[in-house]
């Protein structure tokens, strides 16, 4: 009996439909959906163009704005500017001022932003414009008080602008916003003019215990023997060694170190 063959011909012509690879799948795809994805390739381009634009304008926009702090700044200290170290320049706060608003209000999401807001605050103390003064130190502490070291700082101005005003408790409410916080560095000036103004009030020994606590955890302050002198004078425990110290004059200007402006990056 003969038996027939089958020709597998047929079996061969449907193989290669269920082989394709997935690289031929995706051709296929955007074949198929060839207007979707030029759409696509698009959008992405211009999310892509668009960002690195923002970011263009933005490194441009700061750099106008450092420059325009350090003009600010060399107006706030009375420093020279570049090619003039022969020149006698004085503060002008006034300018300062002008310019630090200006990058408040033409730069405000600038790094600059913050330091100006400080500055302008400082601008107005300078030129005895206490009320101002104090509202754009409020101000700074509403929008950075992310910023505890700046912060620090700024409570401590505004405690010797409630001073310059008479109002000893708004004074006295600032300082101790600076011992209340941890680890910034003006706690012993801090403590120092809480000290003073109970001792402005009559309340000796509430004074003594602030002195004490300088001479006990800020050793290596310059005021810590100012505070033990005061403690001896209110009549408080003081150690013998200190017994014999001269009266110290008592400190007319806040200690504030302000922060450096740098120049402009070129």
Request: charged share 25%.
């Amino acid at each position: 009996m003969v038996y027939k063959i089958k020709s597998p011909a047929k079996r061969q012509l449907k193989e290669p439909d269920e082989f394709i690879t997935l690289f031929s799948r995706m051709i296929l795809y955007v074949r198929s959906h060839a207007r979707q994805f030029l759409v696509f390739l698009g959008v992405t381009v211009l999310v892509v163009s668009a960002i690195l634009i923002f970011f263009f304008l933005q490194d441009r926009a700061n750099q106008q704005a450092q420059a325009v702090e350090y003009e600010a700044s060399r107006y706030y200290h009375g420093t020279e500017a570049a090619g003039q170290k022969d020149a006698k320049v004085e503060p002008d706060y006034q300018k300062a001022l002008e310019r630090y608003q200006e990058i408040v209000t033409n730069y405000s999401w600038s790094p600059s932003a913050m330091l100006a807001q400080y500055y302008i605050g400082n601008s107005y103390f300078e030129l005895k414009n206490y009320d101002e003064a104090a509202r754009a130190y409020r101000k700074f502490i509403e929008k950075y008080q992310g910023n505890q070291e700046l912060t620090a700082l700024v409570y401590e101005r505004l405690g010797y602008t409630a001073l310059m005003q008479g109002k000893t408790q708004e004074a006295l409410d600032a300082f101790k916003k600076i011992v209340e916080m941890k680890g910034v560095k003006n706690q012993d000036q801090a403590l120092f003019e809480i000290g003073r103004l109970y001792e402005k009030m009559g309340q000796q020994n509430e004074a003594i215990e602030q002195y004490k606590t300088i001479t006990k955890n800020y050793v290596k302050s310059p005021l810590a023997i100012e505070a033990r002198v005061r403690i001896k004078n209110l009549g408080g425990e003081v150690p013998t060694d200190v017994k014999a110290l001269p009266q110290l004059p008592i400190q007319a200007e806040p200690a504030t170190k302000e922060p450096v402006q740098e120049a402009p990056k070129k």
